[in-house]
């Protein structure tokens, strides 16, 4: 069985020992009726004002296996120059690709060459995209109006970077997929990419931008993070707890 933790409200009490009772209540659950499971849970930063208790309850938990990942995200206020909170390194990529010509677009449809892009640059780290294109623009299709997808191009409107975001409520937009293509990755066209969205966020009233994981198996990429970081993104855990006995 596969599930991904959705809300949690307390009612009267959000106390560190109410917290822990619930989660500790929970997987006695699951062990008693399923033999295996997986739960992936929201990063914490999805939790206001239980994090800190939720991440400590999740670390004591026993019998079963707690991996812990490294999500980042960060808030996107509507009164900032955004090309301002990024590094000084990137605010100079920015200029220069705006001077060479590089410019982005943004639509409402999965295209095949923006997939391409995107599985390009996964093998190029050795990771593949968890969907097929058939199956992301299936999804893509049914949640139309929740998708918006980003490209940058360069002054000979050659695809360079591309993103697959997800709009998950009035306040938050989720970066499904984001990448650039390997010829251009010493530009960093990336970069002029999530300035891009990050706009998208200040004009549509998004207040957060979730940038997804940077670790895999609670195996942090370095470089991956160390991207994010310097776009403005800030580390959350995110935990999934399993059982294979």
């Given at each position: 069985k596969r599930s991904t933790f959705g809300?949690?409200?307390?009612?009267?009490?959000?106390?560190?020992?109410?917290?822990?009772?619930?989660?500790?209540?929970?997987?006695?659950?699951?062990?008693?009726?399923?033999?295996?499971?997986?739960?992936?849970?929201?990063?914490?930063?999805?939790?206001?004002?239980?994090?800190?208790?939720?991440?400590?309850?999740?670390?004591q938990l026993n019998k079963i296996s707690v991996i812990e990942d490294c999500y980042q995200s960060r808030m996107i206020?509507?009164?900032?120059?955004?090309i301002q909170t990024l590094s000084r390194t990137n605010r100079r990529i920015h200029r220069r690709l705006e001077r060479s010509g590089h410019y982005v677009c943004e639509n409402d449809h999965l295209t095949c060459e923006g997939y391409a892009l995107l599985a390009e640059n996964r093998m190029s780290r050795n990771v593949e995209l968890s969907l097929s294109y058939k199956a992301l623009y299936s999804q893509a299709c049914q949640l139309k109006d929740y998708f918006r997808f980003f490209e940058t191009r360069n002054k000979y409107d050659i695809l360079c970077a591309y993103a697959v975001?997800?709009?998950?409520?009035?306040?938050?937009?989720?970066?499904?997929y984001w990448g650039e293509t390997t010829l251009e990755r010493k530009?960093?066209?990336?970069?002029?990419?999530?300035?891009?969205?990050?706009?998208?966020?200040?004009q549509e009233g998004i207040q957060r931008l979730d940038a997804g994981t940077s670790s895999i198996s609670g195996e942090l990429d370095q470089t991956l993070y160390d991207f994010k970081r310097r776009l403005g993104f800030i580390p959350s855990s995110k935990f999934t707890v399993s059982n294979f006995s």
């Open positions: 809300h949690i409200n307390f009612i009267g009490s959000d106390a560190s020992e109410h917290v822990k009772d619930c989660l500790d209540l929970f997987v006695q659950y699951l062990l008693a009726n399923f033999k295996t499971f997986t739960v992936k849970f929201p990063p914490m930063f999805y939790f206001q004002g239980i994090a800190s208790h939720l991440n400590d309850a999740l670390k206020s509507s009164d900032v120059d955004v975001t997800l709009r998950l409520s009035s306040d938050w937009l989720y970066v499904f530009r960093s066209p990336v970069v002029m990419l999530a300035a891009e969205i990050m706009l998208y966020c200040q």
